[in-house]
């Protein structure tokens, strides 16, 4: 088992540009989740779906936009990136007894 | 929503010393989980529990409904537990949209 897979795990952004993070899980999990962590803070909740079809946004979805169109894939889209998007993203998900499994995370830097 | 609280925000110990880390709820859940994150590395889950006590090598769980609180215990530390342990609670109803402490820094000097 694969687990959740996160690419790219690294990614310089300019100002502006636009990128995809992908998110991939193998375990059949209904809720996906994407959070950003900033140096030294906690995780905010970005967006997050209860299964296909279905996603809604977390505390800090501004900039950020998702879609769930297979239970495998939840990837998060960034337009128009700011230096305030520099983070960690972690990507995660769950199925009730089974825990949570988290993706090894993607570092971006916007300058 | 629910306020999760964990103390120490750092504990610094020496090898082998026994480690005790707390947390603590303001609303009623269904599960808690402790998460570990190596500096720079990725979140593992550690444990998932509802009641009573987990074991899994050296770390324990145990959790209090009650008294709404948890303990993350390690025994005989060593230098690679040194890690930031996270505690995050559920919704009791509804999704599963996790409530995260602001975590505890445990650095263990060999």
């Known amino acids: 088992n694969a687990g959740v897979t996160q690419t790219p795990k690294f990614r310089i952004l300019k100002i502006g540009q636009s990128m995809t993070l992908q998110c991939t899980q193998d375990m059949n999990h209904n809720y996906m989740y994407w959070y950003r962590q900033d140096p030294g803070m906690g995780l905010k909740l970005i967006y997050y779906?209860?299964?296909?079809?279905?996603?809604d946004k977390g505390e800090v979805p501004n900039g950020y936009n998702v879609s769930r169109s297979t239970t495998e894939d939840f990837p998060l889209r960034l337009e128009l990136a700011a230096p305030s998007q520099t983070s960690v993203y972690f990507c995660?998900?769950?199925?009730?007894?089974?825990?949570?499994?988290f993706g090894s995370g993607t570092r971006l830097t916007v300058v | 929503k629910n306020e999760v609280e964990q103390s120490p925000q750092n504990l610094t110990a020496q090898e082998g010393e026994f480690i005790t880390i707390n947390c603590s709820y303001s609303?009623?859940?269904?599960?808690l989980h402790w998460l570990q994150q190596h500096p720079g590395g990725g979140i593992v889950s550690l444990f998932m529990?509802?009641?009573g006590k987990k074991k899994h090598g050296r770390l324990i769980a145990t959790i209090n409904i009650q008294e709404k609180h948890s303990s993350l215990h390690i025994t005989a530390s060593h230098p690679r537990d040194s890690a930031v342990y996270i505690c995050?609670?559920?919704?009791?109803?509804?999704?599963?949209?996790?409530?995260f402490g602001t975590g505890t820094r445990l650095t263990i000097i060999p």
């Open positions: 995050a609670v559920p919704p009791f109803f509804g999704n599963e949209k996790l409530t």
């Open positions: 609303v009623g859940i269904s599960a």
């Open positions: 529990l509802s009641s």
């Open positions: 779906s209860v299964g296909a079809g279905i996603t």
């Open positions: 995660a998900s769950s199925s009730g007894p089974s825990g949570y499994t």
